[in-house]
């Protein structure tokens, strides 16, 4: 019987056991608050992460429009800038036909000069109509629109205005296309 009285006291030795561990995993009301403080950061974190993924989110999206409406709006400039020596061509053949004319007079002349000036003026309205625009060339050099290719000697401006225009600037909207080459006096 004492074997028997043995197993007993160790199966009740094991049965108290397990309940005492049952009880140490029962939680408390600390334990909860505890949890529920936890969660309550763990969603504050959550909700912050979402916001600035959200101002994240809506600044891409505004820069993305603001990249969009900048590249339509200089969409045709390399072709404006291809269309450039076209109209140097124009210029170059009035200057050549004006210098012709005044040497000698002709009525053919005279009608292939106003042809090209009818022509020359509809150009230019077509480059105005796309925000196209010649360079101003009054007055000094304006280093932001204006590229000085040499220095002249000259009476009647003064040291930095500009002498002689070489070749037209142009600008696209409220970019330099191309700077206008100009002499400036000494």
Not at 11 to 24: C, G, I, L, P
Not at 37 to 53: F, I, N, P
Not at 89 to 108: C, G, K
Not at 112 to 120: A, P, Q, V
């Amino acid at each position: 019987m004492s074997k028997e009285h043995e197993n007993n006291s160790v199966e009740a030795e094991v049965v108290e056991t397990s309940k005492t561990e049952e009880v140490e995993e029962v939680e408390t009301p600390e334990d909860d608050l505890d949890e529920l403080t936890q969660l309550k950061e763990m969603v504050a974190q959550w909700e912050d992460k979402y916001l600035r993924a959200h101002a994240d989110f809506e600044n891409s999206k505004r820069l993305l429009a603001k990249d969009k409406v900048t590249a339509v709006s200089y969409a045709n400039e390399s072709f404006a800038n291809d269309i450039l020596s076209v109209v140097d061509s124009f210029d170059s053949a009035l200057a050549t036909i004006e210098a012709i004319n005044s040497e000698e007079s002709s009525e053919m002349l005279d009608k292939i000069k106003e042809g090209l000036d009818l022509t020359y003026a509809q150009l230019i309205k077509v480059l105005e109509k796309n925000h196209i625009k010649v360079v101003e060339t009054v007055g000094e050099l304006n280093p932001e629109f204006h590229q000085a290719i040499m220095q002249v000697d000259s009476d009647e401006k003064e040291s930095g205005e500009i002498v002689q225009v070489l070749q037209k600037g142009y600008t696209i909207k409220d970019r330099l296309l191309r700077p206008a080459m100009v002499s400036t006096a000494k």
